[in-house]
Structure formats: structure tokens, C-alpha cells
């Protein structure tokens, strides 16, 4: 089974010094999917969700997929929904 990370900003208080915070699991697409769309709705910073062969959606195609507007694929691509 295909395992998928997610990542954010993490921004300092003081220095301002940009980190990625990175889960120490891994999930399987809906997970990713669900925990992604949380950590967005939080207000996180450049949320990600990456596989191990170097595919990543953010931005707005994620957006687009938790508001339903789009679907996620296996490859992070965020696709019409089917008519």
C-alpha cells in the first residue's frame, strides 16, 4: 500500500526562521487527505502532501480537493470530479 506525508510551515516567534514540521507516520491517501484539510482549516502554512516518488500537491489544487471541488489522486493530482 502507498503511504503519503504531510508536511507544513512552522514560522518562529522570534527569529522568524522558516521549518518544515514533519510527521513521524505515514497515511494512507483519505488519512492524508483529512489530516491535510485540518492542518489547513488550523491555519497552517504551506501545507503539502508528498509520496516517496517525489510527487507533492499544496496550494490551491489542495484547497480545491478539501472543499470537494476536486479529487486527490495516487499521483497527488487534483482532478474534476467525475459528471
Known amino acids: 500500500m502507498k503511504r503519503y506525508t504531510v ?8 527569529s522568524r526562521a522558516a521549518a518544515l514540521d514533519v510527521p513521524d507516520r505515514e497515511f494512507t491517501l483519505e488519512a492524508a487527505l483529512a489530516h491535510a484539510c485540518r492542518l489547513m482549516a488550523e491555519g497552517k502554512n504551506n501545507v503539502t502532501i508528498g509520496d516517496a516518488d517525489g510527487h ?3 496550494g490551491g489544487d489542495l484547497a480545491a480537493c478539501c472543499k ?3 479529487r486527490l489522486t495516487a499521483k497527488l493530482r ?3 470530479l467525475p459528471q
Open 7 to 14: 508536511t507544513f510551515e512552522v514560522i518562529g516567534q522570534e
Open 68 to 70: 470537494g471541488d476536486k
Open 56 to 58: 507533492s500537491i499544496s
Open 78 to 80: 487534483a482532478e474534476p
